[in-house]
């Protein structure tokens, strides 16, 4: 089914369009973007609205292969993009493998395949505040501090997020509104990840228990926390320039620094030496290298190989970072 070019103005559709003409307006005034398509609704309200809105509009549809039948729905995604106005529409097969667990595979994988294909263009994803909510209640989980609960930023490019403030009903809305057809994914209602038993348990009860409202608000905090969050790691930046001599970092420079913006230094510090997966517990120790100093031996950070360990330690009031064998 083709969509007329001239979208109904209904309420859920200017909805979205409003949040993708805004999204544009700030982030891609040529308007040149690539669109993440699922089939879903809402990367399929977020594809009519960015084809509205914008003059090309290229969508990618990610084929996991990781149920039957795959690839006749990301063709039908690609076909359905083609009738909403799309430029162009690619489909992108994957393999999911690695670390994390099937959920932390998938994604890895689907961003590796839309990095490739966007051409230089930001990928506009169809993240809601749903989302969003979701997200910081996982980041809580991990106790990593304001950081883990700062949630998804609507542009960390070259990725696009317009609909941050769009609850997912509203998308659902929208594409009754044009009488699109939606997928739903089977892995969007399988309890076995942590994320739909957040979307279909966690939240209801908070929103039931609470008195509504609960999702809003906790969008409202990632915004909140971002905001504070960049402040602090523009002055942590500075902190980090004036401590830095070649890769070391001079203790005497970072010894009366507040330590929010000590540990914001030393963890860029840290990722810019290979630390990966950093943790809270790892940061703290090598925190307390510089403000609990007791002569202590260095401290094993995430990074490396198998074999070899990323470890940062103190010698002669400075700081470095190295590999070590085991």
């Not at 941050?164 to 990840?193: I, K």
């Not at 609960?214 to 002055?235: F, N, P, W, Y």
């Not at 004036?242 to 203790?251: C, H, P, R, S, Y």
């Not at 840290?270 to 517990?281: C, M, P, R, V």
Request: charged share 25%.
């Amino acid at each position: 089914m083709t969509v007329p070019t001239v979208l109904p103005e209904k309420p859920a559709i200017l909805e979205v369009r409003h949040a993708v003409r805004a999204w544009l307006g700030r982030h891609a005034p040529t308007g040149a973007v690539a669109v993440a398509l699922s089939g879903g609704a809402d990367s399929l309200a977020l594809t009519a609205a960015a084809v509205a809105e914008s003059p090309a509009v290229r969508a990618l549809v990610v084929d996991h292969r990781l149920q039957s039948g795959s690839s006749a729905v990301a063709g039908a995604a690609a076909a359905r993009a083609l009738d909403l106005g799309c430029v162009s529409a690619e489909v992108l097969a994957v393999s999911v493998t690695g670390p994390g667990g099937l959920e932390a595979a998938a994604r890895a994988a689907r961003y590796a395949a839309l990095d490739a294909g966007r051409d230089d263009r930001p990928v506009l994803l169809g993240h809601t505040l749903d989302d969003q909510a979701e997200t910081v209640l996982l980041g809580l989980a991990r106790g990593s501090g304001g950081r883990s609960i700062r949630g998804m930023s609507d542009h960390d490019a070259p990725w696009g997020r317009p609909l941050l403030g769009v609850r997912r009903s509203v998308t659902r809305q929208a594409c009754a509104e044009l009488g699109l057809e939606t997928y739903e994914d089977p892995h969007n209602s399988d309890p076995r990840f942590t994320r739909v038993r957040l979307r279909t348990e966690v939240l209801p009860l908070l929103e039931d228990v609470l008195g509504g409202g609960v999702a809003a608000a906790l969008a409202r905090t990632a915004e909140q926390l971002r905001e504070d969050g960049e402040v602090l790691d523009a002055s942590a930046e500075q902190v980090l320039g004036a401590a830095l001599d070649g890769n070391e970092l001079q203790v005497a420079e970072l010894t009366a620094v507040p330590v929010a913006l000590r540990r914001r230094a030393l963890r860029t510090w840290l990722l810019g030496q290979g630390a990966k997966a950093l943790t809270d517990k790892q940061l703290r120790a090598v925190d307390e290298l510089i403000g609990r100093w007791r002569g202590q031996g260095g401290v094993a950070v995430g990074g490396g190989r198998p074999g070899v360990r990323l470890v940062a330690s103190r010698r002669r009031g400075r700081l470095s970072a190295g590999f070590v064998n085991d």
